[in-house]
């Protein structure tokens, strides 16, 4: 299954939207440190509400510790950015990948965009600069998922009529 890596992030409200993001179809979550807030902050746990519980995060202290950990692990490095070459659409997702995501504020630094194994970008009108983190998560994630047949298989109600 596809996993959401997030880079150094700045504003807690946006994690935790992607974290309950990924606590609802089931995506690890892996926070690469220093974040720009306390990561226990009571910020982060409003907007991921209950979710928090009901998602499988990973903190890595730094980008070196968590590329020690990817390698390791495996999985190829699918950075969203801006500067991307290839439309998120276009790329052929694998159950491995990671989708990394950067700062709200400054994306990620040229040694994390020179360790991704590709680089997408969500198509956007001219002039206009960028989405917001955590939508740009949702796009890519769920076509990740799309892809690899990866969405979690909620339980079908059963809509027949009562007989009584």
């Not at 982060?44 to 998602?55: C, I, T, V």
């Not at 699918?78 to 700062?103: N, Q």
């Not at 630094?109 to 917001?132: F, K, W, Y």
Request: proline share 8%; net charge neutral; with cysteine.
């Amino acid at each position: 299954m596809p996993r959401l890596a997030i880079y150094q992030p700045d504003i807690a409200q946006n994690t935790g939207t992607m974290v309950r993001l990924a606590a609802c179809l089931g995506v690890p979550v892996e926070i690469i440190e220093p974040a720009g807030f306390d990561v226990s902050d009571r910020n982060l746990r409003r907007s991921g509400m209950d979710y928090l519980e009901r998602a499988a995060i990973t903190r890595h202290i730094s980008w070196r510790t968590f590329e020690a950990w990817r390698r390791e692990a495996g999985g190829r490095l699918i950075l969203a950015t801006t500067k991307g070459a290839v439309p998120y659409t276009a790329l052929a997702y694998e159950p491995g990948d990671i989708i990394l995501v950067g700062r709200e504020s400054a994306g990620v630094p040229d040694e994390v965009h020179g360790a991704a194994d590709a680089r997408v970008v969500i198509p956007m009108q001219p002039g206009l600069r960028s989405l917001n983190v955590a939508v740009t998560a949702a796009m890519i994630l769920g076509e990740a998922l799309r892809q690899t047949h990866s969405f979690p298989h909620p339980a079908i109600p059963d809509n027949r009529s009562d007989p009584t």
